[in-house]
């Protein structure tokens, strides 16, 4: 076990983790403050203890630990066994946060139901994490949340921040235009990790079909991301994770070919 402290940001909590050195080095960066810098400014800059925290693709907790030092009432959504063991441990020995955290085991979606890791590979979820993935658990059956009822489900008096990086499926959960008319309303703030192309495979043959079909995928991947802006523009004032604006939905889409992920969403709240 480990103690995290970053006193920039004023947060201290406990965390279990591997030996392995990835797992140092990513712990080593959250207590230094050089992990996602503008996320955890974010953070700090906008949570406090009216902030109900929604932590969609939680992985091993570190944003909802942050957060519940920070004040917020957090729900963690996680849908792989082994991120989601680790984050109920990393829950389980901060006992000082037991009541500021829920964690459930779930894909977040824009429609509820049931599938197993199996079906929902390239549908709701990346391949990508495949690698992580207990191949003896993957059958298991479990939730697909429906974003707008939880979103329904808090109070109304709260300030809602959600964090968003699921892998690519962010493209489907955000083409809701129910919920992003419910965020709208409740004056939500996203902090939303984009992940084009995650879904798309590049054909694998000759150098000119590779050639051809990443031309394809380029493309592709530059409308994703130009009608992705054109829906969250309507409601929402689209930022990149410094808070400067974006403009338009070309140069949205041209930014996220070049490798610019990262946003702030502002909905409701032109002040922001």
């Known amino acids: 076990m480990r103690k995290i402290i970053n006193k920039e940001i004023q947060v201290c909590f406990n965390v279990q983790y591997s ?21 955890l400014f974010t953070l700090r800059r906008l949570i406090n ?26 729900i963690a959504y996680e849908p792989f066994p082994k991120y989601f063991e680790g984050l109920l441990e990393n829950v389980r ?12 085991q779930s894909i977040v979606s824009n429609f509820s139901g049931r599938t197993n890791l199996s079906l929902a590979r390239g ?14 658990l993957e059958k298991r059956f479990i939730p697909i949340i429906n974003l707008s009822n939880e979103i329904l489900k808090l109070s109304i008096n709260a300030k809602i ?13 955000l083409s809701d235009l129910k919920l992003l008319d419910i965020l709208n309303t409740r004056e939500a703030t996203l902090i939303l990790a984009i992940h084009p192309g ?5 054909k694998k043959s000759n150098k000119l079909v590779m050639k051809i ?8 991947n530059f409308v994703d991301n130009y009608l992705l802006f054109k829906r969250l523009n309507q409601f929402a004032i689209v930022c990149r994770s410094n808070d400067a604006k974006v403009n338009s939905a070309s140069k949205f889409a041209i930014m996220a070919s070049v490798g ?5 969403i502002y909905f409701g709240n032109c002040d922001n």
Do not use: H
């Not at 964090?163 to 962010?170: F, R």
């Open 19 to 39: 030996s392995s050195t990835y797992d140092k080095i990513f712990w080593d960066k959250v207590e230094t403050g050089d992990y996602e810098p503008d996320v």
């Open 49 to 74: 203890q009216n902030t109900t925290f929604l932590d969609v693709g939680a992985a091993v907790g570190c944003m909802s630990l942050i957060s519940a030092c920070l004040g917020a009432q957090v």
């Open 93 to 104: 020995i901060n006992p000082e946060f037991s009541n500021a955290i829920e964690c459930k």
């Open 123 to 136: 549908k709701q979820l990346s391949s990508i994490n495949y690698s992580e993935i207990d191949l003896a």
């Open 161 to 173: 921040v959600i964090k968003i990086d699921i892998e690519g499926a962010e493209y489907l959960l």
């Open 198 to 202: 995650f879904f798309r495979e590049i």
């Open 213 to 220: 079909s990443k031309i394809i995928f380029n493309l592709k």
């Open 260 to 264: 610019v992920y990262e946003y702030n």
